[in-house]
């Protein structure tokens, strides 16, 4: 009876009671007819869309909806989560407005392209739920203001487009949000209508990321000058490769006149500056005279912050004094790194020259550990030199002894006057030459031991050597003695 049921039901109506049991949905959205899709990836551009498709597939994972009329992106944009979704591209089409939680639906987006847009204010909230998104492209619209929290939530964001927007002050903003974008590594702010840049804070954050900000109407004055000059010489790469889009040029006019005095014509060397704990410590500025400088604003680059001279603040550790020298107050262990003075100069600097110094903050009892160090291993090294040399010495005398020495032996004399105990006798015997009994007239060396020292005897100590038992271990040298021969006369040592 029941497969009889079965078979009697529709099959339209069978098909969906089994995707309803295994927990599939009713119906899939297929590519609409005015869109490509090509595997993950979905394109509908350049089709005058005022309102997207409804019915787009949810397993993309690039959607291209560039070129089309779109307007406003409302919450309800897209009905279906898009969990796939990781590049979204919106350029060049007329949106000027976006609702809070836009793009909740696509938790997992990377990149999000809505350049050449009507975009004109960046609100609170804007971009909520991109905590992975690492570019956003924003050139080409005409933003004029961008709000606190506008970048909330967008932790991953490393790489910010801005260019080409109405942007007139810097978005110092941006870097300082608590949830805002603390990785950010590259932010153009180029063809905007900047006029004038927080140079020290512009030193702090060049120092992890690259800003672009040619073409922009920037005031060149003795701080930009600085800033421009010490990025020349740090080869900075979005000065250098926009060199002739910046103010201040060489070409440009005379430029600010920022000194009076002061700046010296010399070169620029590398200086290391060391203190003990707790002590001032004074680091000069490279280049620039010890006399006040007037009209010349001075920043430092320290390993944990950038200071500047226009700081009027008794209380802090770092202090830029009116000639451009800094002083460390209560210098710590933690103050020791790389320094670099930051002031107009209007040079060129070569290869070798260079505008940091080195401070080095440690304890006296670790400088005379180093230093007794140091002395101890110059002690050692001359100790070894001098026994070296006292055994090469030694070395050359004895072969100047035993070469050079003439033989002074006579054929019946079986003492030697003049020799100490223990001497070498270093002569040939005439008596071998003569029997032909020797194959050679070498020298031969034998040690001689001397006698017990006698009181009636002023002179030499005769040696006494019992010749029978001279084995070969008492040979130092024998023209044509044989292993294991043994000398019988004691007239062959004479």
Partial sequence: MIQRRIHRCNPATAALLLHLCLNFPPSVATCPPYCLCASDIISCSGRNLSVLPFDLPSYATRLDLSHNAVTALPTDWIPEPFDRLATLVLSRNSISRIEVNAFTVMPHLLHLDLSSNRLTVLNLSLFTGLNELKELLLFDNQIVQINPGAFSDLYSLQRLYLSGNRLTAFPVGLYCEHEGPLNLTFLDLSYNNLSKVPVQSMLSLTRQGAIYLQENPLVCDCALLALLEYWMWKQYRPLVDFRGEYPCRDDSGPGPICSQHGVLDMPLESQTYQEVPGKWLSVPCPGLASSDQQGLEVFWVTPRTVVNSSTKD?????????????????????????????????????????????????????????????????????????????????????????????????????????CGGGAIVLCSDPRDIQSGQRRSNGRRVAFLVPQAEDSDIGGCKTPIINSGHVAREGILKSGSRTVGQTLTDQAHLA
């Fill in 314 to 418: 008794p209380s802090s550790e770092l202090i830029v004094l009116p000639s451009g020298t800094l002083e460390i107050r209560g210098a710590l262990m933690e103050d020791s790194g790389t320094y670099g003075c930051v002031a107009a100069r209007r040079r060129h600097y070569d290869t070798y020259e260079s505008v940091e110094v080195n401070v080095v903050v440690r304890n006296l009892g670790t400088a005379s550990t180093s230093g007794l160090a140091y002395h101890s291993g110059a002690e050692h090294f001359t100790t070894a030199f001098t026994t070296l040399a006292s055994c090469v010495v030694s070395i050359i005398l004895v072969l100047l002894y035993l070469y050079l020495t003439p033989c002074r032996c006579k054929e019946n004399q079986v003492g030697l006057r003049g």
